[in-house]
């Protein structure tokens, strides 16, 4: 039995959204399908399957049953993809320039003719009217055979489907003005003497403008994925590698987690590393967006693309291939780009019924035009029907959402902060509270010791040893900093036994046949150890800010332990920001209430819920949630990993563990607090960005398919012809991608 998985599919033959809709319902129609994400974009579909489900050749073959030829993509490869759009880029460009060559001919003859008298009187004293009809026959029939035949073969295959999409219309519509002007020449005696017209420069123009729209979208489409493409960059071809003690030029794909690396000063970082030895600066803004070099010395870790400085490096490599971040980062982009936003589920359900509407609406229109219209009434009903067909193309509609996510989410990953889930980029423009969590996000998480006051037992020294050498056995920010102050004093810890760590109240341990209990009030009451005037002391120091502990040596109180952790200098300006966006901002933390207010009172956060243990995170966003409030939240620690899995968007800072960056919808690649304001101002700039997509989209289909049917015909004698229809129909989907394409501007923090 195969365990659920993944299947993506390359799928052709998409043009709009109604092609989209039909792959999508083809694709989840299929028995152990679970869900369905077919990308305009990208030209992929991603799918779902439980264990009992097809295989990947299955829906392949699915897929291209429905008429959408499909292949199973084994691994995703930006480059390939960028040449393979390339390719078709250019070959529409081709396809583009020769129909232009031979359409403008046509053009001329028939449309100079009705525009300028002169030029009429000419055609008809050199090659005649006649000539001139079978001149632009046999340029038409060109242009449809050669540059225009993917219309017919794919158009026509659609409409055998029972499936029309945007070929279908414009296969219809180009060859009812086709097959019309035909009629015209070969057999005039069928048409009433003043409906004997030629409409051949509708086909040939039609044809040429949609190939160029075309053309010109593939252009803006290979543009969208250039964020992906400059991260692969960052990967080197090749590194320094010491084999058998001779340093050897290999390939990156060849070093193996273990390998010595030589780095030299400019060059990047081929693989995920430690320094071993030297020291030097590396820029890594292009992972964190941090413009400012960090300094690495032996020990340090290194990131692979990221860049040396003036130094030279030995490195052992720790992650390679798949495994390192870039890769990892790569990969998120990637499934963010193929997301399908909620808001993608109104383009849906209209293009379920929107090409077979069309086509309806252009049979209407027809029937309408010979029922009522003018003398020559089939000229009239032919024109307006073929301009209903060519302007409803829902192609805009197709690449309003995905051209937006995957700008967005490609500009906001070189800003150093990735969208791990693309539903999140819409979820987090929508949220009213972010919650954060305050040690290691609000505030450095390197907090420092500035009290250790003696409140009766041993000497300061003595006492202050015995504590340090618990704490050496736990892992957490505060008592590293006991331990190092203790340090710093020259003291010599010994050892301890039998330490065991409190989650949220603190340690006990044994030292030297000495019990010791550090940690919070609510430690000391559960050994009934009273702490009289030292608690109001507490409370005095807790209101300035300060983390409060106390410290009991077997079974006495001995001190009063002070730390203080700094807050990031940038913190109060992300929560004035957040603020300007109509965000509140709440903190949650385990430390006192009076130490929160006061961090509180200095940042301008708006609500505080403190004295919260680990597993208590959760239970204080869902008091957030209880007033109707959709909350992120913004943490960094192991214990943050529920709390991040349960708000509506969890946002994990780069720099805090795997744990919690595993569990998060959103990563910020730096500890930089302004990786929230990027978050939010890309999120929000995302969504804005597609509403105005979709409103041209929907917009120019509803208003200019009735001046298409002829609704201004009667009042203001108006009716738009089928050329201008397709060009008005390729600068629709223009639009909507360089409106996407806006978003590449994007700031680090700001909108």
Known sequence: ?????????????????????????????????????????????????????????????????AGYPAQILQTRSPDAAHDRKTEEAQAL??????????????????????????????????????????????????ILAGPGRAFYTKGIAALMHRAPDMNSLVAVG?????????????????LPAAAQAVYFEAAAVIVFFILLGRSLEARAKGRTGAAIRALLKLQPKTAQVLRDGNAQTVAVEQIVPGDIVLLRPGERVPVDAVVTE?????????????????????????????INGPGSLTLRATHVGTETVLAGIIRMVQDAQGAKLPIQALVDRVTLWFV???????????????????????????????????????????????????????????????????????????????????????????????????????????????????????????????????KADGLTLPDAQEVTALSGLGARGQVGGQRVLVGSEGLMAQHDIPLGDALAKADTRAAAGETVFFAAID????????????????????????????????????????????????????????????????????????????????????????????????????????????AADVVLMSGDLRGVQTAMHASRAAMRNIRQNLFWAFAYNTALIPVAAGALYASFGLLLSPQLAAGAMALSSLFVLSNALRLRGLKRGTA
């Not at 990308?39 to 295989?55: K, S, W």
């Not at 583009?96 to 008809?124: N, Q, R």
């Not at 302007?391 to 989410?409: D, E, N, R």
């Open 356 to 486: 077979p509407a069309v086509l309806g609406l252009a049979a209407l229109t027809v029937m309408i035009w010979l029922a009522v219209g003018p003398a020559p009434v089939v000229s009239y009903a032919l024109v307006a029907g073929v301009a209903v067909l060519i302007i409803a193309c829902p192609c805009a509609m197709g690449l309003a959402t995905p051209t937006s996510i995957m700008v967005a989410t490609g500009r906001a990953a070189e800003l150093g902060v990735l969208f791990r889930k693309g539903d999140a980029l819409q979820a987090l423009a929508d949220v009213d509270v972010i919650a954060f969590d305050k040690t290691g996000t609000l505030t450095k998480g390197a907090p420092v010791l500035t009290s250790f006051e003696m409140l009766g037992g041993p000497e300061r020294d003595t006492a202050l040893a015995l504590v340090a050498a618990v704490e050496a056995r736990v892992e957490h920010p505060v008592a590293n900093a006991i331990v190092d102050a203790a």
């Open 174 to 190: 180009t060859f009812a003005a086709y097959g019309y002007s035909l009629c015209v020449l070969l057999a005039p005696g069928l």
């Open 93 to 142: 460009a081709r396809r583009t320039w020769l129909a232009g060559l031979l359409a403008m001919p046509v053009f001329v003859l028939e449309m100079g003719s009705h525009m300028v008298p002169a030029f009429h009187h000419f055609v008809m004293q050199t090659i005649g009217m006649q000539q001139s009809w079978w001149i632009q026959a046999l340029l038409t029939t060109l």
């Open 278 to 306: 030297g020291s030097s600066h590396l820029d890594e803004s292009m992972i964190t967006g941090e413009p400012i070099p960090v300094e690495k010395h032996a020990g340090d870790p290194v990131t692979g693309g990221t």
């Open 1 to 65: 039995m195969r365990d659920a998985q993944t299947i993506t599919l390359t799928v052709g033959n998409m043009s709009c959204a109604s092609c989209v809709g039909r792959v999508d319902r083809a694709l989840a129609a299929v028995p152990g399908v679970r869900g369905v994400v077919v990308n305009l974009a990208t030209e992929e579909a991603t799918i779902e399957v439980d264990d009992t489900g097809p295989t990947a050749e299955a829906l392949a073959q699915t897929a291209t049953d």
């Open 555 to 662: 079974g006495q109180l001995a001190a009063l332990i002070c730390v203080a952790d700094q807050i990031k200098s940038n913190a109060a300006e992300v929560v004035a920001d957040l603020h300007a966006q109509g965000v509140r901002v709440a903190m949650i933390t385990g430390d006192k209430q009076e130490t929160a207010e006061a961090v509180a009172r200095e940042l301008g956060i708006d609500d505080v819920i403190a004295r919260v243990l680990p597993e208590g995170k959760t239970a204080a966003l869902e008091t957030i949630r209880a007033s109707g409030a959709r909350v992120a939240f913004v943490g960094d620690g192991i214990n943050d990993a529920p709390a991040l899995a349960t708000a509506d968007v969890g946002i994990a800072i780069g720099s805090g563990t795997d744990i919690a960056i595993g």
